[in-house]
Protein backbone atom coordinates (compact mmCIF):
# COMPACT_ATOMS: atom_id res chain seq x y z
CA UNK A 1 0.00 0.00 0.00
CA UNK A 2 1.18 3.68 -1.05
CA UNK A 3 0.65 6.86 0.65
CA UNK A 4 1.61 10.18 -0.82
CA UNK A 5 2.84 12.70 1.19
CA UNK A 6 4.44 15.98 1.12
CA UNK A 7 7.12 17.84 2.60
CA UNK A 8 6.43 19.71 6.03
CA UNK A 9 8.20 22.83 6.98
CA UNK A 10 5.50 24.07 9.41
CA UNK A 11 6.51 22.65 13.38
CA UNK A 12 4.57 23.36 16.61
CA UNK A 13 1.88 25.41 16.80
CA UNK A 14 1.46 26.57 13.70
CA UNK A 15 0.54 23.46 12.13
CA UNK A 16 -3.05 24.18 13.23
CA UNK A 17 -2.98 25.94 9.62
CA UNK A 18 -2.79 22.82 8.04
CA UNK A 19 -5.34 20.96 9.58
CA UNK A 20 -7.78 23.57 8.99
CA UNK A 21 -7.22 21.93 5.38
CA UNK A 22 -7.96 18.60 5.79
CA UNK A 23 -4.02 18.44 6.23
CA UNK A 24 -2.08 15.95 8.98
CA UNK A 25 1.15 16.36 10.25
CA UNK A 26 3.38 13.44 10.67
CA UNK A 27 6.65 12.40 11.01
CA UNK A 28 8.61 9.78 9.92
CA UNK A 29 11.77 7.95 12.35
CA UNK A 30 13.53 5.29 12.80
CA UNK A 31 17.18 3.92 12.91
CA UNK A 32 16.49 2.98 9.12
CA UNK A 33 16.51 7.39 8.84
CA UNK A 34 19.35 9.53 9.08
CA UNK A 35 16.62 11.77 10.93
CA UNK A 36 13.14 12.55 11.51
CA UNK A 37 11.70 13.56 8.21
CA UNK A 38 8.74 16.21 8.82
CA UNK A 39 5.71 15.23 6.36
CA UNK A 40 1.65 15.85 6.01
CA UNK A 41 -0.96 14.23 4.41
CA UNK A 42 -4.60 14.57 3.21
CA UNK A 43 -6.32 13.26 5.92
CA UNK A 44 -9.25 11.64 4.06
CA UNK A 45 -6.19 9.70 1.74
CA UNK A 46 -4.63 8.57 5.22
CA UNK A 47 -8.32 7.01 6.75
CA UNK A 48 -9.29 5.45 3.79
CA UNK A 49 -5.64 3.58 4.01
CA UNK A 50 -6.14 2.99 7.49
CA UNK A 51 -9.62 1.04 7.01
CA UNK A 52 -7.52 -1.18 5.12
CA UNK A 53 -4.16 -1.36 6.71
CA UNK A 54 -4.38 -0.82 10.20
CA UNK A 55 -1.61 -0.47 12.38
CA UNK A 56 0.60 -3.54 11.35
CA UNK A 57 0.35 -3.25 7.46
CA UNK A 58 3.63 -2.11 5.96
CA UNK A 59 2.87 1.14 4.22
CA UNK A 60 5.05 2.68 1.31
CA UNK A 61 5.76 6.98 1.79
CA UNK A 62 6.37 8.43 -1.63
CA UNK A 63 7.07 11.76 -2.12
CA UNK A 64 10.06 13.36 -4.46
CA UNK A 65 13.14 11.68 -2.59
CA UNK A 66 11.03 9.73 -0.48
CA UNK A 67 10.54 6.24 -0.93
CA UNK A 68 10.59 4.68 2.67
CA UNK A 69 8.53 1.85 4.35
CA UNK A 70 6.90 2.11 7.54
CA UNK A 71 4.37 1.38 9.74
CA UNK A 72 1.68 3.15 11.83
CA UNK A 73 3.04 3.39 15.15
CA UNK A 74 0.87 6.19 16.96
CA UNK A 75 -2.06 8.25 15.61
CA UNK A 76 -3.29 11.26 18.08
CA UNK A 77 -6.71 12.62 18.42
CA UNK A 78 -7.79 15.76 20.11
CA UNK A 79 -9.17 15.21 23.24
CA UNK A 80 -11.55 17.71 22.66
CA UNK A 81 -12.75 18.05 19.34
CA UNK A 82 -11.79 14.20 18.38
CA UNK A 83 -10.02 15.16 15.23
CA UNK A 84 -7.18 13.30 13.68
CA UNK A 85 -4.75 15.50 14.68
CA UNK A 86 -0.70 13.95 14.46
CA UNK A 87 0.73 10.70 13.15
CA UNK A 88 3.76 8.48 13.80
CA UNK A 89 5.51 6.57 10.95
CA UNK A 90 7.99 3.98 11.81
CA UNK A 91 10.51 3.51 8.87
CA UNK A 92 11.49 -0.38 8.60
CA UNK A 93 12.85 -2.90 6.59
CA UNK A 94 11.81 -5.78 4.67
CA UNK A 95 14.73 -7.87 6.05
CA UNK A 96 14.46 -7.05 9.86
CA UNK A 97 11.87 -8.32 12.10
CA UNK A 98 9.79 -5.44 14.17
CA UNK A 99 7.40 -6.23 17.04
CA UNK A 100 3.66 -4.38 16.94
CA UNK A 101 1.06 -4.52 19.06
CA UNK A 102 -1.67 -6.57 16.83
CA UNK A 103 -5.52 -6.09 18.09
CA UNK A 104 -6.88 -9.19 19.25
CA UNK A 105 -10.27 -9.64 17.87
CA UNK A 106 -13.66 -12.28 19.55
CA UNK A 107 -15.16 -14.41 16.68
CA UNK A 108 -17.79 -16.28 17.00
CA UNK A 109 -20.13 -17.02 20.04
CA UNK A 110 -20.20 -19.32 23.54
CA UNK A 111 -23.00 -21.31 24.50
CA UNK A 112 -22.13 -20.14 27.67
CA UNK A 113 -23.33 -16.19 27.30
CA UNK A 114 -26.61 -18.08 26.46
CA UNK A 115 -27.43 -19.08 29.97
CA UNK A 116 -27.27 -15.00 30.68
CA UNK A 117 -25.26 -15.67 33.64
CA UNK A 118 -22.43 -16.07 33.11
CA UNK A 119 -20.20 -13.59 29.99
CA UNK A 120 -16.94 -13.68 28.34
CA UNK A 121 -14.11 -11.56 29.61
CA UNK A 122 -11.45 -10.25 27.07
CA UNK A 123 -8.40 -9.68 29.43
CA UNK A 124 -6.19 -8.37 26.88
CA UNK A 125 -7.10 -6.29 23.97
CA UNK A 126 -3.91 -6.51 22.20
CA UNK A 127 -1.16 -8.85 21.67
CA UNK A 128 2.81 -8.32 20.75
CA UNK A 129 3.77 -9.68 17.78
CA UNK A 130 6.92 -10.07 16.43
CA UNK A 131 7.84 -10.22 12.29
CA UNK A 132 9.14 -9.23 9.17
CA UNK A 133 6.79 -6.21 8.39
CA UNK A 134 5.11 -7.70 5.71
CA UNK A 135 4.32 -11.09 7.52
CA UNK A 136 2.65 -8.90 10.71
CA UNK A 137 -0.87 -10.59 10.99
CA UNK A 138 -3.36 -7.44 11.16
CA UNK A 139 -5.26 -8.69 14.13
CA UNK A 140 -5.64 -12.45 16.15
CA UNK A 141 -9.05 -13.68 15.91
CA UNK A 142 -9.88 -15.45 19.21
CA UNK A 143 -12.52 -18.15 18.81
CA UNK A 144 -14.92 -18.42 22.07
CA UNK A 145 -16.64 -20.95 20.88
CA UNK A 146 -14.32 -23.53 22.54
CA UNK A 147 -15.55 -21.81 25.80
CA UNK A 148 -18.50 -24.56 27.44
CA UNK A 149 -17.85 -24.00 31.41
CA UNK A 150 -17.02 -21.39 33.41
CA UNK A 151 -13.74 -22.99 34.19
CA UNK A 152 -12.39 -22.94 30.68
CA UNK A 153 -9.80 -20.64 29.90
CA UNK A 154 -8.15 -19.64 26.65
CA UNK A 155 -4.23 -18.45 27.40
CA UNK A 156 -2.14 -17.13 24.72
CA UNK A 157 -0.41 -20.32 23.85
CA UNK A 158 -3.70 -21.38 22.59
CA UNK A 159 -4.06 -18.77 20.23
CA UNK A 160 -3.21 -19.37 16.44
CA UNK A 161 -0.78 -17.62 14.58
CA UNK A 162 0.59 -17.98 10.95
CA UNK A 163 3.88 -19.30 11.52
CA UNK A 164 5.97 -16.31 9.74
CA UNK A 165 4.40 -14.23 12.84
CA UNK A 166 4.96 -15.17 16.94
CA UNK A 167 3.28 -13.83 19.88
CA UNK A 168 6.42 -12.34 22.12
CA UNK A 169 4.46 -12.64 25.33
CA UNK A 170 3.91 -14.99 28.42
CA UNK A 171 2.49 -18.32 26.34
CA UNK A 172 0.82 -18.70 30.17
CA UNK A 173 -0.72 -15.70 30.23
CA UNK A 174 -4.54 -15.95 29.95
CA UNK A 175 -6.10 -14.04 27.92
CA UNK A 176 -10.03 -15.25 28.11
CA UNK A 177 -11.80 -16.05 30.98
CA UNK A 178 -15.24 -16.38 32.47
CA UNK A 179 -16.93 -14.45 34.40
CA UNK A 180 -20.18 -13.93 36.61
CA UNK A 181 -22.36 -11.22 35.84
CA UNK A 182 -22.63 -10.43 39.43
CA UNK A 183 -18.37 -9.91 39.49
CA UNK A 184 -17.22 -6.52 39.77
CA UNK A 185 -14.49 -6.74 37.37
CA UNK A 186 -14.17 -3.92 34.51
CA UNK A 187 -14.06 -5.29 31.12
CA UNK A 188 -11.06 -4.32 28.54
CA UNK A 189 -13.18 -3.56 25.85
CA UNK A 190 -11.49 -5.05 22.39
CA UNK A 191 -9.63 -2.89 19.53
CA UNK A 192 -12.73 -1.41 17.42
CA UNK A 193 -10.47 0.38 15.04
CA UNK A 194 -12.83 0.45 11.99
CA UNK A 195 -15.60 2.15 14.22
CA UNK A 196 -13.43 4.66 15.67
CA UNK A 197 -12.49 6.03 12.11
CA UNK A 198 -15.84 5.53 10.50
CA UNK A 199 -16.68 8.62 13.27
CA UNK A 200 -13.59 10.53 12.56
CA UNK A 201 -14.63 10.21 8.52
CA UNK A 202 -18.20 11.32 8.67
CA UNK A 203 -16.79 14.31 11.09
CA UNK A 204 -17.01 18.15 9.47
CA UNK A 205 -13.99 19.79 8.64
CA UNK A 206 -11.99 20.76 11.78
CA UNK A 207 -11.93 24.34 13.24
CA UNK A 208 -9.76 25.61 15.36
CA UNK A 209 -8.76 22.95 18.18
CA UNK A 210 -8.79 23.97 21.80
CA UNK A 211 -5.63 22.09 22.53
CA UNK A 212 -3.01 22.57 20.52
CA UNK A 213 -0.35 19.28 19.69
CA UNK A 214 3.27 20.51 19.74
CA UNK A 215 5.41 18.17 17.18
CA UNK A 216 6.87 15.53 18.57
Known sequence: MKLNVQSRELTGKKVKQL??????????????????????????DFLRLFKK??????????WDWIDQLVLIHE????????FLS???????????????????????????????EWKIQLLKDTLEVEAYPQDLPRE????????????DVIFVKDLDVWSKAEIVEDKEQPII????????????????????????VAAAAPTDEKKEWEKK
Open 75 to 82: IQVDPVTD
Open 19 to 44: RRQDIIPAVIYGKHTEKAILISCNKN
Open 86 to 116: HIDFLAVSRDEKVTADIPVVIVWESNIEKLW
Open 177 to 200: TVMSFTEEVEEVPAVEWEAAWTAW
Open 53 to 62: AGHSTPITIE
Open 140 to 151: IKVDISVIQKMS
